[in-house]
């Protein structure tokens, strides 16, 4: 056996979603805060290269690298590699990597509740796991104030016509079309489908409307989420949403930063109060239950302060390795399983 490399990883996922989590074997990269350290595997790429594509992964996984944190107040930081996107924070990842460093020892588990903090690009990220019995049972992520952008913009979306969608950031940025008004009931079988539209009306949303955070260096729109109706059951709304993630691939969790998204837009609208929840599920019954706490204001911008409680679990451990003799170093993909992203 011969290799050059030697990362360690613990592979999970949360409520569907694939999030396998650097446990060592990586140098932390550059960068005096982890924004800065985002933003070079953003524009480096050979670790997303070499984690994300085949033959070591694929589209339907993210890879998080855990970094020690600047913020004294948090027990680990952690940076996330979506297929296309390295993004500000991910409701999904971050609860794998909070059960990974639970069910690891990264962080004593501490009775029946464990809190601590995770740092994400985005900020601090409030972590409360439920783990009685010693062992994580769900994990509930205070997210970062997310906000609604724009509400009931026109979007022309090529063989579709005009849609009428909003746009919002909850950790990451969405445009939000009506899964109804686009004849979709997201079911399992229209996957692809809604795979193929999302990524088109991303790109479109990207070239007519595009996004801008007040605070963050975050200018453009990472997701198309597809919203179902929602039932209204005293406080809690329950419905289902699917989220396609750049280039094409659905989200088989309920999406935490989509979640947040929504919820944003839901209160922007009068149609969320404070201390209601949302029980979101998706394409494969994976469930969130997101929770309006407050309002929290962005600058002078109405913003909402979310929570998303969801469970993880562990699927394996692993060592990747790379034969310096491999023909593809950084591995390969073809457009049959990674769509190619399309352009606006
Ligand atoms: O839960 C989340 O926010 C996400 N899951 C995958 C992409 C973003």
């Known amino acids: 056996m011969q290799t050059d490399r030697v990362i360690h990883v613990v592979s999970a996922h949360a409520e569907g979603e694939v999030g396998n989590v650097i446990t060592g074997g990586v140098a932390p990269p550059p960068g005096d805060t982890l924004w800065q350290q985002r933003d070079f595997l953003a524009r480096d790429g ?45 409701g999904s990842n971050t609860i794998c990597v909070a059960t990974v460093c639970l069910e690891t020892g990264i962080v004593p588990i501490a009775g029946d509740e464990t809190r601590f903090q995770l740092e994400a690009p985005a900020g601090l990220i409030e972590i409360v796991a439920d783990t009685r019995g010693g062992r994580v049972n769900a994990i509930e992520i205070a997210n970062v104030a997310s906000f609604a952008d724009r509400l009931g913009a026109a979007l022309e979306v090529a063989g ?77 709304l329950s419905g289902a949403n699917a989220v396609v993630i750049d280039p094409g691939k659905i989200d088989r969790s309920p999406c935490g ?16 109060k404070p201390g209601e929840t949302y029980a979101a599920r998706s394409l494969i019954g994976g469930r969130f ?10 600058g002078d911008r109405p913003a909402i302060a979310p929570r998303i409680r969801g469970r993880a679990w562990l699927t394996g451990t692993h060592q990747v390795m790379r034969d310096p003799a491999d023909p593809w170093p950084e591995g390969y993909r073809l457009s049959d399983t990674w769509p190619i992203l399309p352009q606006g």
């Open 289 to 298: 239950d997101g929770r309006f706490t407050a309002a929290a204001p962005v």
């Open 46 to 90: 050979s670790l997303r290269r070499l984690m994300l594509n085949e033959p070591r992964g694929g589209v339907f996984t993210h890879v998080d690298l855990l970094v020690p944190p600047r913020d004294p107040r948090a027990a680990m930081g952690f940076l996330i590699m979506e297929p296309e996107h390295t993004p500000p924070m991910s």
């Open 160 to 236: 579709l016509g005009t849609l009428t969608v909003d746009t919002a950031y909850g950790g990451d940025s969405f445009v939000i079309a009506d899964a109804a008004a686009l004849g979709l009931a997201l079911t399992p079988d229209e996957a692809r489908d809604i795979a193929t539209l999302g990524a088109r009306i991303t790109a479109a949303a990207n070239a007519q409307l595009g996004f801008s955070h007040p605070r963050e260096d975050w200018g453009h729109i990472s997701f198309c989420q597809f919203a179902g109706p929602l039932r209204r059951d005293g406080a809690t």
């Open 257 to 272: 930063t989509g979640c947040s998204a929504r919820m944003a837009v839901l209160a922007a609208r009068g149609e969320m």
